[in-house]
């Protein structure tokens, strides 16, 4: 009960930090999320063509924690779609603790009437400390609301 009661802090604190801070997307991650099954999912502009994607993960024995940086964000031909190309740290504070660096690539698609992104990606782990190993099962579905 108090683990729910911490994530649901946090989720709100997450959100209300999205807000704040301009956030361009807010939503959920549903798949293998650096050990957890379901993140929230956000995404802040750098720019036309890049930007950070963050996830703060739970479900599974502890909280994750992934910023990416996405430089490559471009669409592809004169579609909707989008695909995208990242890396970034990793964190799961957890038992065992697991620190180490992730890669992304994945497609979207941003509806033109409704504000909602909708998104497959792959998020291959490498992870350094606690155990050293490589994760490739973390794939993923992405739904979030865009406010720009």
């Keep these: 009960m108090k683990f729910k009661k911490l994530m649901l802090a946090m989720f709100f604190i997450g959100t ?3 807000v704040e801070s301009h ?12 050990g957890n099954n379901v993140a929230l999912d956000a995404v802040f ?3 036309d063509f890049s930007r950070l994607h ?3 993960s739970f479900g599974g024995g502890g909280v994750g924690i992934d910023l990416l940086w996405n430089p490559i964000y471009r669409p592809i031909a004169d579609s ?16 065992p603790f697991r620190l180490g660096a992730a890669g992304e690539i994945g497609a979207e698609y941003a509806f033109a009437d409704v504000p909602l992104v909708i998104g497959l990606d792959w998020r291959p782990y490498f992870i350094l400390v606690e155990n050293t190993n490589f994760d490739a099962g973390g794939f993923g579905l992405n739904v979030r609301w865009r406010f720009n």
């Design 80 to 95: 909707e779609f989008n695909y995208y190309l990242g890396f970034g740290p990793s964190l799961f504070l957890g038992d």
């Design 45 to 47: 502009s750098l720019g």
């Design 54 to 56: 963050g996830d703060l």
């Design 23 to 34: 956030g361009q997307e807010l939503g959920l991650r549903f798949g293998n999320v650096n």
């Design 16 to 18: 209300f930090a999205i």
